[in-house]
C-alpha cells in the first residue's frame, strides 16, 4: 500500500514540476511564422502526405511469402533419407505449386518496379 501512495507522490511531484519549469522556462511569445507549420525550416510545399506506393506493400508481401515458404525446405531436408521417395514426390509437388504462385505474380507483374 505504500508503495501505490509514494507512485501517487512521485507522479503528483513530476507533473508538479512540469508545469512550473513550463512556465518559467516555456515560450513567453508566438507569432503567426513561430506556429505555422514546416518541413526541414522551410514552408510545407503540399498539403498533406502522399500516399505511400502499393506497389513496395505487394513486393515485400510476395518476397515474405516465398521466404517463409522456402523455410519449409530445411525440415525436409533433415529427413530426407528416412522418409524416401515420398518426400521426394511431395517436395516436388510443394515445389509445383509454389511456381505456379510464382509465374501467377509475374505474369500479372507484381515484380515490375514502376515509378
Do not use: H
Not at 29 to 52: A, H, M, V, W
Not at 71 to 86: D, M, N, S
Amino acid at each position: 500500500m505504500i508503495e501505490l501512495f509514494l507512485v501517487f507522490v512521485i507522479f503528483g511531484f513530476l507533473g508538479v514540476l512540469l508545469v512550473v519549469m513550463n512556465k518559467l522556462l516555456g515560450p513567453k511569445r508566438s507569432n503567426p511564422t513561430k506556429e505555422s507549420p514546416f518541413e526541414c525550416g522551410s514552408p510545407y510545399l503540399q498539403d498533406g502526405i502522399n500516399p505511400f506506393p502499393l506497389k513496395y506493400s505487394l513486393v515485400a508481401f510476395l518476397f515474405l511469402l516465398f521466404d517463409i515458404e522456402v523455410v519449409f525446405f530445411f525440415p525436409w531436408a533433415l529427413v530426407f533419407k528416412e522418409i524416401g521417395i515420398t518426400a521426394l514426390i511431395v517436395m516436388f509437388a510443394y515445389i509445383f505449386i509454389l511456381l505456379i504462385g510464382f509465374i501467377y505474380a509475374w505474369k500479372k507483374g507484381a515484380f515490375q518496379w514502376e515509378r
